[in-house]
């Protein structure tokens, strides 16, 4: 039985890149695996977020994970910010890692862009990272293939610590699914799939109505050959919905790729597919959201079963350099 650990900000607009590129992984491996995922709250505070919308948020993630089925009853399901030790481990690894390290951040170059004053934290973002899959001693980290460069980080920080100070954690490994990696905005194919605000037609939001799903994929920009075929640096956009057929239905891409004669028969297939994966996810989201209450239990039980076991890495790691306890 393998450590899994993975985390998704409350950023309140989960879409079908987090699902297949994440959730569905998660949800994979939740039985096979002792599991961890967090709601990374802290996280959140690096970019700009009203303190209300930040704290519902939360809890409304909570519910999304738990409705692409996440079970509290296998699974250890908790908030960043109510295990301490993350941001104390967070400290220690940032004097572990360089700035220079943290400077190749290709993420963190793309965040702070453009903008007039960028957090501190924004930049030491991966470091916090790295704290929160370190304390679990996780063997594997079930991403997307956006969270890559962040993982090597960690994995190098992880090694220059137990080689520093003596073998304190478990040096993880980045899993990143076979399809749908890297799911595609439907309006411009060259880019990932975020914020449904950034690209209302281009991003399939997991509580989209049917009726929506079907319209954006029936918009989807695709290109004038009018073959399909899976080739995603010649063909960005029908891959891309090559990949949402395979992750959707389990055929291969390229099995899914000979069964069509022409765009319109694939972006109908793709709607009806992603409409039905998407269905129950939207009926249990309702129905948890009836229930809070319980929600918040499962939340308070997982962040004490965290902080057992983040409290023993921590306070081996405080030892390991020399703290004074
Ligand atoms: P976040 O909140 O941006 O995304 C959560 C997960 O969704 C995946 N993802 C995608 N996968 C495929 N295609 C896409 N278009 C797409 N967009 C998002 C992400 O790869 C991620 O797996 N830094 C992390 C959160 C984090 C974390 C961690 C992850 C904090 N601590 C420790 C793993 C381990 C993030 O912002 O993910």
New binding site residues.
């Given amino acids: 039985m393998a450590t899994v650990?993975?985390?998704?900000?409350p950023?309140g607009d989960y879409?079908?890149?987090?699902y297949?590129?994440?959730?569905k992984n998660w949800v994979a491996v939740q039985h096979e695996n002792e599991a961890f995922f967090?709601v990374?709250d802290l996280?959140a505070l690096t970019l700009d977020i009203d303190p209300s919308e930040l704290r519902e948020r939360t809890l409304d993630l909570a519910v999304t994970l738990l409705a692409v089925g996440l079970d509290p009853e296998v699974v250890t399901l908790f908030v960043?910010s109510h295990v301490p030790e993350h941001p104390r481990l967070a400290w220690l690894l940032e004097c572990t890692a360089t700035v220079g390290e943290l400077n190749r951040m290709v993420?963190f170059k793309e965040k702070s862009s453009g903008r007039e004053t960028v957090r501190a934290g924004l930049y030491t973002?991966?470091v916090?990272?790295?704290a929160?899959?370190l304390l679990y001693q996780a063997d594997q980290?079930?991403?997307?293939?956006?969270?890559r460069q962040?993982?090597e980080l960690?994995r190098d920080l992880a090694v220059r610590f137990n080689n520093r100070y003596g073998r304190t954690f478990t040096v993880p490994e980045a899993v990143v699914?076979k399809v749908?990696?890297?799911?595609?905005?439907l309006q411009q194919p060259g880019r990932?799939?975020?914020k449904s605000i950034d690209s209302p037609l281009g991003t399939v939001g997991l509580l989209d109505a049917p009726k929506d799903i079907e319209r954006k994929v029936r918009r989807a920009v695709t290109d004038t050959d009018g073959r399909v075929r899976y080739d995603p640096e010649a063909k960005p956009g029908v891959s891309n919905l090559l990949e949402l057929l395979s992750a959707a239905t389990g055929v291969s891409v390229e099995e899914a790729a000979a069964r069509y004669d022409g765009y319109g028969d694939l972006k109908r297939d793709v709607a009806e597919a992603l409409i039905s994966l998407l269905a129950p996810i939207r009926q249990r989201t309702a129905e948890l959201r009836a229930d809070l209450g319980e929600v918040e239990r499962i939340l308070t039980a997982g962040a004490d079963r965290a902080h057992k076991v983040a409290s023993v890495t921590y306070e081996r790691a405080a030892k390991a350099v020399g703290l004074f306890s």
Wanted: charged share 15%; hydrophobic share 45%.
């Fill in positions: 650990f993975s985390g998704v900000q950023s879409h079908l890149g987090n297949l590129g994440a959730f967090c990374v996280h960043q993420q973002y991966p916090l990272m790295a929160d899959v980290v079930p991403v997307g293939d956006d969270q962040h993982l960690m699914p749908a990696a890297r799911v595609m905005d990932k799939m975020s």
